[in-house]
């Protein structure tokens, strides 16, 4: 029988001795059972859990709690395949597709993407603490089936799901502020930052960041004044290729409630806030923004996207690109299903941004969308409707969104009558919800921590956690937060 392929197979963490399949060889098992090797020492694609991103920040990989993204490769193809994929037990350490053990499980890929390279399957509903066995495998024409060597994984610990309550933000009480996560260049590790937003008596202008390794805070340069803006990162290289990374801040509302165009840079080198181009979606409030990687003129680079929001006598759906090395605004596609809303939520999860939630004159959204730029990212793009929020969660404007990994978390808010403070998790590889601990206040530990229903508070995330915090009350003797709390999911 010709040779039909070369085949390794790569996995996280924890690698078996390997032992050649003993029973019921075919001339095609013979053949590969002394030529199919584990590699090992090469770039691993991750396990992860539900709760845990693919890569950690510094590329390492993180052990699995919940779910396993397993890579295979193909190093040659022939015509006689017909079916391949990974077989993976939790109680046969040697586990075969023709088997109807119990826990016992196969996956059948794509015949139409069978191709030398790489391949992989995600094996799903895996319990804390515990130990699975997998392996790769094809099939031919012939009903020959051929196995890799077997490897095992050993899953984490159950999450975490708590809340703990961290230094009190240095900026005092306030709602409607702007937070994100900028890579510091003289620390070399991302930090969050804080900034704007009001106390009820006068709008904030100062900016913050958070050491997430001191868990400490320190003030950097003002900007101009304003509550209700947005505000995210972006990195691009400058015309000698070094990477400049820079913060965007802008729109909103003034001292006067008139809604605000100007947008600035943060300068990290001179601590200073510098002007660039007006919004050209004219002057907007409680809009959206975030930032994605893109490829512009044969350079990978991040745009900025802004979007929604309250305009002078409506709200709009509008979204526009911003691209930091012109400085200039361009429309792209409009939001989903075009409905016009204020007061929407968005986090980035795997560079795709999801958007939804918020509200109009006549109704408060569930609903998200996923947006991905065009070949040119100035415009055009498109928009993808997900799972809305499960039944359990209400509808709700001014919720705070941020991503742990390749995680989304959604929560707080306001269903137009209620402060709410329940959160829900996100995950983009089945397009599914999921509850999480509602958000807390309390003693610095799990059972004493009590639900804090909130509006318009912020909220920023690492690999491994996340937090939320500020934002509106409504407690008569405290009626905006300096609070932030730290979520951690495991």
Known sequence: MRRILLFTMLILLFFASCKKDESGYSTLRKYFASSLTTRKGAELLSACSEDHNILDENKKPIKSAYFAMIEGEFINVEDDIIQYGHVWS??????????????????????????????????????????????????????????????????????????????????????????????????????????????????????????????????????????????????????????????????????????????????????????????????????????????????????????????????????????????TWSQVSTLGDANKRKNATAFVVNNYAFVGLGENDSKIFNDIWMFIPGDNPATGGTWRMKNTLPIDASPRAEAVGFNIGNQGYIGTGTDGTNLLSDFWRYDPFNDNWYKCADYKTGPDWGSSHLPKPVKNAVGFGFSDRGFVGLGYTGVSNQRYSAELWIYRPW
């Open 90 to 327: 939790i109680n046969d350490s040697i586990p075969y597709i023709d088997r109807r053990d119990t826990g016992l499980y196969y996956s059948k890929l794509d015949m139409t993407k069978l191709t030398v390279g790489t391949f992989v399957t995600r094996i799903p509903e895996l319990d804390p603490e515990t130990r699975f066995w997998v392996r790769s495998y094809v099939i031919t024409k012939t009903n020959d089936t051929a196995y890799n060597k077997y490897v095992f994984h050993d899953t984490t610990l159950a999450p975490v799901d708590e809340w703990f309550v961290k230094p009190i933000f240095q900026g005092g009480p306030r709602e409607g502020a702007v937070a994100f996560v900028m890579y510091n260049k003289t620390k070399k590790y991302n930090c969050g930052y804080i900034g704007t937003g009001t106390n009820g008596l006068q709008n904030n202008g100062d900016f913050w960041e958070f050491d997430p390794i001191l868990e400490s805070w320190t003030q950097k340069g003002n900007i101009k004044s304003r509550r209700d803006a947005v505000g995210f990162s972006l990195s691009y290289p400058d015309k000698d290729g070094n990477n400049q990374y820079i913060a965007l801040i802008g729109t909103g509302l003034d001292e006067n409630n008139n809604a605000l165009d100007d947008f600035f840079r943060y300068d990290q080198v001179y601590n200073v806030w510098e002007e660039t181009a007006p919004y050209q979606g004219t002057a907007v409030s409680r809009a959206v923004g975030f930032s994605l990687k893109v490829k512009y003129q044969n350079t990978n680079m991040d745009f900025g996207f802004v979007g929604t929001g309250q305009r002078i006598n409506a709200t709009t759906s509008d979204f526009y690109a911003y691209n930091p090395l012109t400085e």
